[in-house]
């Protein structure tokens, strides 16, 4: 079984930075891209952030030049660096990984449960 666990979230005034964690944990063979998406109320869920294995990086515009994403294959880990944080930011933000488990032969997107993210002041 594979699971994604989150942490980091949390209240922080407009302006200010948070970083959130993603560890992949289980029966994992191999993890190709991993992403953040974030679901404000009333919102549809959105994609934040994605990391190819290789590094590649894609972004929302909206946080282009406040966020960044990098991962740790060694520790199965992804993490996003929130800087200039926005009242807009206010979501809760789910870590996403596309893995192949030990007993499968395919690969298949894997959830986190989501961390609550609140800018205000």
């Known amino acids: 079984q594979v699971q994604l666990v989150e942490s980091g979230g949390g209240l922080v005034q407009p302006g200010g930075s948070l970083r959130l964690s993603c560890a992949a944990s289980?029966?994992?063979?191999?993890?190709?891209?991993m992403g953040w998406y974030r679901q404000a109320p009333g919102k549809q869920r959105e994609l934040v952030a994605a990391?190819?294995?290789?590094?590649?990086?894609n972004y929302a515009d909206s946080v282009k030049g406040r966020f960044t994403i990098s991962r740790d294959n060694a520790k199965n880990t992804v993490y996003l660096q929130m800087n200039s944080l926005k009242p807009e930011d206010t979501a809760v933000y789910y870590c996403?990984?596309?893995?192949?488990?030990?007993?499968?032969?395919?690969?298949?997107?894997?959830w986190g449960q989501g961390t609550q993210v609140i800018v205000s002041s």
């Open positions: 289980g029966s994992i063979f191999s993890i190709n891209a």
């Open positions: 996403n990984a596309v893995i192949r488990a030990t007993t499968q032969t395919y690969y298949r997107p894997y």
């Open positions: 990391i190819t294995s290789g590094g590649s990086t």
